[in-house]
């Protein structure tokens, strides 16, 4: 008996410790206004874009959930909306520029081109260049 009860409580033991390392996982790269904010929005992008800041949510849900962006000048922006959703009726979009990696040799951004109301596109370049 005391060899079945020890048996059950390892198992019990294992199967807890699992479900547990699965709940951490999911919530590993899930957005959390901390994370961005703080440095880690490298590793939340994917569920930023794909749930939370897409193309159709209002510019102001957007400014709530990740801030303002860096400013860019019109110059800026006029070329990085045209260079990533060119606009064929001349329509001015604006850009939301967001720097997620900085370090020495490289940067990684997460563009957020609007029309002053509504996401248009979101975009994650590895270069402006």
Not at 5 to 23: D, E, W, Y
Not at 100 to 112: I, N, V
Request: aromatic letters at 10%; a negative charge; glycine letters at 8%.
């Amino acid at each position: 008996m005391k060899k079945i009860n020890a048996i059950l409580g390892i198992a019990l033991l294992l199967v807890s410790a699992f479900s547990i390392g699965l709940l951490l996982q999911r919530q590993q790269g899930r957005y959390s206004a901390h994370k961005w904010h703080e440095g880690y929005a490298e590793e939340v992008v994917f569920d930023v874009m794909e749930n939370h800041v897409y193309p159709g949510v209002s510019l102001s849900e957007a400014e709530r959930l990740l801030g303002g962006g860096k400013v860019l000048s019109e110059a800026e922006s006029a070329s990085l909306a045209e260079r990533f959703l060119p606009s064929e009726d001349g329509t001015p979009y604006g850009v939301w520029l967001y720097e997620l990696r900085a370090q020495k040799s490289s940067s990684r951004y997460f563009l957020l081109v609007h029309d002053n109301e509504t996401v248009i596109k979101t975009v994650l370049v590895d270069s402006l260049d």
